[in-house]
């Protein structure tokens, strides 16, 4: 077989573990690839309502059910390329033994490889940039590149209608601040929406809050505490467990940075803020399918493909140069809007 075939490197792609991120593996359900150009939803918020009572022998009583929409989004197409050029397998490449006399075609093999591991990493820090986005703003707004650059207005804007924002009467970071009682608030938010709650991220700031905080340490699951100090332990990717709530939720710290489509370096939880909600119920991902023309040519023709990642291998003899890409096509939507919420503890 050929191993720069579309149908190799895709065989090689799917072998290969996906990049962890955060949020996007705390949150978000992975839905693969589907077959249609948008992502058809119904929209809806949680209802509480309860069933009548009636006198008996006179039947039921007709209750009217809670309305929703079905909305649709286009997929966003992610395509990273790298361009393996000449110059690049004449000399030494990175990690490649001094002494050591590889040729140009195991140099253009090793360049490949690479290139994948870290293309297939920036689609995934795309698709966790995508989650934040939904989950802190209750919107997605991307902007698309050209060969120009970046667009001046988003090209493609979701707005989900989240509501679920909470700021306490006293900060965090400040004396009196009762933060057992600001978590039940934020979890009542959570569960009058119909969702549930088992975890909670945090900024480190506001993890800080907590184990500074005595009086709240002693409404604090023991569990996780030694000779009155709190332990908290490194899960790693920026992640850290605290240890459970009152209420036995999971608590964690997360930091880390990105950097965003301006240049700037971003934490991953902005300072001040966390997000409360339950694993894997919140937004769901999708991909929609990839269609790519793969052989230059007056027989050209388009192929479609419907799976996460399609890679996509391209020789230019003008610039004599081989270019390889490979292209997702995500979006995310919410399950529920009303099944998380946002709070805003510390005011930066």
Not at 117 to 137: D, P
């Amino acid at each position: 077989m050929d191993i720069y075939s579309t149908r190799a490197q895709l065989a090689a792609i799917e072998l290969m573990p996906r990049e962890y991120s955060v949020l996007y593996d705390m949150f978000a359900t992975d839905m693969g690839a589907v077959e249609d150009d948008k992502a058809i939803y119904d929209f809806r918020k949680g209802d509480r309502r309860m069933a009548p009572t009636v006198h008996p022998g006179t039947g039921g009583v007709i209750m009217g059910r809670t309305g929703f929409e079905t909305r649709e989004i286009g997929f966003c197409t992610i395509a990273p390329e790298r361009i393996i050029e000449v110059d690049n397998l004449k000399g030494r490449t990175f990690g490649e033994n001094v002494l050591g006399a590889m040729t140009p075609q195991e140099r253009e093999k090793k360049l490949l490889a690479r290139d994948m591991v870290e293309m297939r990493k920036a689609i995934q820090r795309r698709r966790e940039w995508m989650v934040r986005q939904v989950l802190l703003t209750g919107k997605l707004s991307v902007f698309n590149y050209t060969n120009e650059g970046r667009g001046i207005v988003p090209s493609m804007i979701a707005d989900y209608s989240f509501t679920n924002n909470f700021t306490p009467e006293t900060q965090w970071n400040q004396p009196g601040a009762k933060i057992d009682d600001d978590m039940h608030r934020i979890f009542d938010m959570v569960y009058d929406g119909c969702g549930f709650v088992d975890v909670m991220v945090m900024a480190p700031d506001v993890a800080a809050c907590l184990r500074d905080n005595s009086d709240y340490i002693r409404l604090f699951d023991g569990r996780n505490i030694d000779m009155g100090k709190l332990n908290t332990r490194y899960r790693g990717a920026g992640l850290r467990f605290i240890g459970w709530n009152s209420d036995g939720v999971e608590m964690y710290s997360v930091s880390g940075s990105f950097i965003d489509d301006d240049g700037v370096a971003k934490p991953l939880l902005p300072s001040g803020k966390l997000i409360a909600g339950g694993k894997g119920a919140m937004v769901k991902v999708p991909h929609g399918p990839v269609t790519q023309v793969e052989e230059p040519g007056p027989n050209a023709q388009h192929k479609t493909y419907i799976k996460k990642e399609i890679p996509l291998r391209v020789g230019s003899v003008e610039s004599n140069a081989i270019k390889n890409r490979i292209t997702s096509c995500p979006t995310v939507v919410p399950f529920n809007v009303d099944a998380w919420a946002v709070a805003t503890v510390i005011e930066v």
